[in-house]
């Protein structure tokens, strides 16, 4: 977890400015060394925000949901559930150096 403490440490300063209180943070490292965080308040109800890092491009993005809910579509296998929003909005904030190579 120490490589990512210069991310987490940017991103709970970007999510002081950005989120209101109380806001939680979540870690979640995969088997394969690639890691997501997200740092979220809920506003309750059905409208959420939320600072995140984007592995895939190293981004910090502040993305903000109201209306959620779900669309369910059934196969014969599997049911697929999506999520679904009446407003969103997504900005990227910066841009980070990966902290693993």
């Known amino acids: 977890m120490e490589p990512l403490a210069p991310v ?3 991103m709970r300063e970007i999510a002081r400015e950005e989120l209101p209180e109380p806001q939680s943070c979540r870690v979640t490292l995969w088997d394969d060394g690639t890691f997501d965080i ?8 059905d409208k959420r925000e939320w600072i995140t890092y984007e592995r895939s491009t190293s981004e910090i993005v502040y993305l903000s949901v109201d209306g959620t809910g779900w669309e369910t579509e059934s196969f014969a296998t599997e049911t697929l559930h999506t999520p679904t929003y009446d407003e969103s ?3 990227v904030i910066t841009t980070v150096e990966p902290p693993y190579k």
């Open 89 to 91: 909005e997504a900005r």
């Open 38 to 45: 997200n740092i979220y308040h809920s506003k309750g109800g």
């Open 8 to 10: 987490i440490d940017q």
